[in-house]
């Protein structure tokens, strides 16, 4: 099986709620640590389909696939700066978002 | 239900205003349950919710709501302090464009968010897509002592005109038109798709010196002139030529070369001059210009409200700043002389040290309609600087208006000094953000915290944007900085010499990018080499223009911490 750069998570926009989530295997999680990584492509494809399949049924918009590492638990934190904004929540704001109830 | 309007100076719903925008909201209604039930798929959505202001940005919807050339009722803010606390987070952010964000909405209660405002005439209409978006105007208007005609009619006339212009819905790109009616600019007419100055002929006739082609975004541009005398009667058939060139002719292959600055660039000033005339002679211009009896309904809302004949100077402003510095300080930063003896026009700052440049609590919100109600005739302006003005404030008021707005945290006194900072939202809620820019503001501001070196400085624009779109205008700013991801990494571009009046400049690159904690050494070398230049109260794009780019590129030092001095004075080199 294929290995690849970074390990991936799948995210996206609730559609009714307009809030951050991230698919955990078996449904959708506000919080990142509970996303699973995919590590290989046939995983990849694999939250593809999810999130094709999660748009198609209209309970996410905004699909986006990102590189993520994994910390010593196993826990995904994504790598880029806006992803790592998009876990927490407006960094001028700490008391908004998903940091103010983390 | 409409909220009974109360006597206002500016335009009033009528009926179909009403109506319009009534029916636009249960259109939307059903639009959105055909969303959710999913009959409609985002992508079919994803337009019509644009149409109505509604964004999904980087963790959450966004709702940006038009406030036609940036003035309301004490009314309709007191909604805005409703909305902030019912539906959103408690506050909401006032924009370069004269509008005000809420950046928290959900999707299933934004039709019931759009009543709210449909019930004190209000919308978020064409404040999103490839349409002509809510006409901005100076903030002064009507008020301003240098002023030869209100652009606010014109500003309400074009209003109405393009709102749901069946021709100019799914233009080439989006198209944006401010409106002056002063000597001075306040309205960065030359940065605009379309600049409209009030100016009057030889004869003493009024009418519009036209610009057209101005724009910021990745390539800006200063508007041309491309009528210097338009009659006011021709307004809506000339907007009408114009808009049909454009449209006809502006690029649809490239989304980043589609705004009219770029055509008009590509096919040179005099052609497309002689394609807007030639436009404009074959049209049948009568059946398109606005009726006089509506130009003069109109009009006659924004008449003068009935002003008392006061003394021009207030003996009990005087007794209060001689014994209150920082009052004294507020009236001689945060006011501007008036076109009526006896009455001042108050800018509110939205701009608190180490604040959120153009964030309001409902709080704040409700205060200021509460002191609008008490203080200026119920009325308000939004400045595309991202303050609140006041436009018809008594001297005689000003203590009183002082200790309410000091109350609730809405008196800082740095109107238009360095840390009045226009700042888009960036990365912090941006989703075409590429880096965050409130951060950057807030770390100047702290850094300029001290009021008399902010007034030893003088009046000094920095605008920081968090992308190449430029939202915060930072080509514009005697000290812009752009945001942008270099290496994975936040990185900040200064450019110096930008100017949003009558002189417009671009500003210009001044080296390589610099690290988010190098910013706020660098804006401080970089007044330091002004104040070390300035003649007597020359101000700083006066004196970039006399001393040349290139004094100024000894600021730039990167990777190279510096402590702030002692004594911050000492940076002005013998001020």
Redesign the interface.
């Known amino acids: 099986m294929a290995r690849i750069k970074h390990p991936k998570i799948l995210t996206a926009s609730d559609l009714t709620q307009g809030d951050v989530i991230f698919f955990t295997g078996t449904g959708w999680s506000r919080h990142h640590l509970d996303a699973k990584p995919a590590q290989t492509d046939a995983e990849i494809a694999a939250l593809e389909a999810q999130a094709k399949a999660d748009v198609a049924a209209n309970r996410i918009l905004d699909v986006q696939i990102i590189d993520v590492a994994l910390r010593e638990d196993g826990k995904p934190e994504p790598i880029h700066y806006r992803e790592r904004l998009r876990t927490l929540g407006p960094s001028v704001r700490r008391d908004l978002g998903k940091q103010a109830n983390p | 239900m409409n909220i009974p309007v109360t006597p206002q100076h500016f335009y009033t719903y009528d009926e179909f205003d009403a109506a319009f925008v009534r029916t636009r909201v249960a259109e939307f209604r059903e639009q959105v349950q055909r969303?959710?039930?999913?009959a409609l798929t985002?992508e079919e959505f994803r337009p019509l919710r644009l149409m109505n202001g509604l964004y999904?940005q980087?963790?959450?919807?966004m709702l940006r709501i038009a406030v036609p050339y940036g003035t309301l009722s004490s009314t309709q803010m007191r909604q805005f302090a409703h909305i902030a606390d019912k539906w959103d987070?408690g506050y909401g952010h006032f924009t370069t464009r004269q509008n005000i964000q809420f950046n928290?909405?959900?999707?299933?209660d934004v039709p019931d968010i759009l009543d709210a405002l449909a019930d004190v005439n209000m919308h978020a209409i064409q404040t999103s897509g490839n349409c002509i978006r809510n006409v901005t105007a100076d903030h002064f208007s009507g008020v301003a002592a240098d002023e030869i005609a209100d652009p606010r009619p014109t500003a309400e006339l074009i209003r109405q005109w393009s709102s749901n212009h069946p021709e100019f819905s799914f233009l080439p790109r989006k198209f944006k038109v401010a409106v002056s009616g002063a000597a001075h600019d306040r309205a960065a007419t030359r940065v605009h798709d379309v600049g409209l100055r009030v100016v009057q002929n030889e004869v003493g006739e009024i009418g519009y010196e036209v610009l057209a082609g101005g724009g910021l975004g990745r390539t800006p541009m200063v508007g041309h002139i491309v009528r210097e005398f338009l009659p006011k009667a021709d307004l809506l058939p000339y907007m009408e030529a114009l808009m049909r060139v454009y449209n006809s002719y502006g690029r649809r292959d490239n989304k980043f070369k589609a705004r009219i600055k770029i055509l008009v660039h590509e096919t040179g000033l005099d052609e497309i001059r002689e394609q807007i005339e030639a436009e404009f002679e074959s049209l049948d211009k009568a059946a398109i210009a606005a009726d006089p009896a509506e130009i003069a309904r109109i009009e006659a809302q924004f008449a003068p409200p009935p002003y008392e004949t006061l003394p021009d100077v207030s003996e009990s402003v005087k007794k209060a700043k001689a014994a209150n510095t920082e009052f004294a300080r507020f009236v001689d930063i945060n006011t501007a002389t008036h076109k009526q003896p006896g009455y001042t026009i108050v800018t509110v700052s939205l701009k608190p040290i180490g604040g959120?440049p153009g964030d309001a609590t409902a709080a704040q919100m409700g205060v200021l309609a509460d002191v609008a109600d008490k203080y200026s005739l119920s009325e308000l302006r939004v400045s595309h600087e991202q303050n609140i003005v006041l436009p018809y404030v008594k001297k005689d008021d000003l203590f009183a208006l002082w200790q309410e707005l000091k109350a609730a945290d809405l008196a800082t006194s740095n109107a238009s000094l360095i840390t009045d900072i226009i700042a888009c939202p960036g990365?912090?809620?941006c989703?075409l953000a590429t880096v965050?820019s409130?951060?950057i503001a807030?770390a100047i501001s702290e850094r300029f915290a001290d009021l008399d070196r902010q007034r030893l400085i003088g009046k000094l624009g920095i605008k920081i944007s968090g992308c190449i779109n430029a939202c915060g205008h930072h080509h514009v700013a005697g000290i812009g900085i752009l945001g942008l991801e270099k290496s994975?990494?936040?990185s900040y571009q200064i450019t110096l010499g930008g100017d949003p009046t009558l002189s417009a400049s671009i500003g210009e690159r001044l080296g390589p990018g610099l690290r988010a904690d190098e910013v706020p050494d660098t804006i401080e070398r970089i007044v330091g080499v002004y104040l070390a230049h300035r003649d007597l109260d020359e101000d700083f794009i006066h004196t970039y223009r006399r001393i040349g780019h290139d004094a100024f590129k000894s600021a730039l030092v990167t990777g190279t911490p510096r402590m702030p001095a002692a004594n911050p004075l000492d940076q002005g080199g013998g001020i």
């Open positions: 969303r959710l039930s999913g985002e999904l980087l963790h959450a919807y987070k928290w909405p959900k999707l299933v959120v990365m912090d809620y989703s965050r409130i951060p807030q994975g990494e936040e």
